[in-house]
Nanobody
């Protein structure tokens, strides 16, 4: 059972910053892609940001220029730096990594709640 562990969630005021981190229990050099998703109450889970093994990043329009995804090969972590937070960023944030085997295997964390107060 592969378990990713997210951390860094909590209550933050609008306009402030928060950094999420996801610990991966194996070498992230094995992954083809790492990503952060979020799910707000009553809404579907959506992609927030992703980074490929080549370093190509992709961001949801709603977070462009505010959020930054990064990875640390020494620590086997993938982080999400969130700046200029808005109340609409309130959600449970999930980490997902993809490992290409015979087919792509996706591993998820259990999520961390970020609440942005106005």
């Amino acid at each position: 059972q592969v378990e990713l562990v997210e951390s860094g969630g909590g209550l933050v005021q609008a306009g402030r910053s928060q950094r999420l981190s996801c610990a991966v229990p194996f070498s992230i050099s094995r992954t083809s892609e790492m990503a952060w998703y979020r799910q707000a109450p009553g809404k579907q889970r959506e992609l927030v940001a992703s980074i490929t093994s080549f370093g190509t990043t992709n961001y949801a329009d709603s977070v462009k220029d505010r959020f930054t995804i990064s990875r640390d090969y020494a620590k086997n972590t993938v982080d999400l730096q969130m700046n200029s937070l808005k109340p609409e960023d309130t959600a449970v944030y999930y980490c997902r990594v993809t490992v290409p085997v015979v087919r792509d295997m996706h591993y998820w964390g259990k999520g961390t709640l970020v609440t942005v107060s106005s």
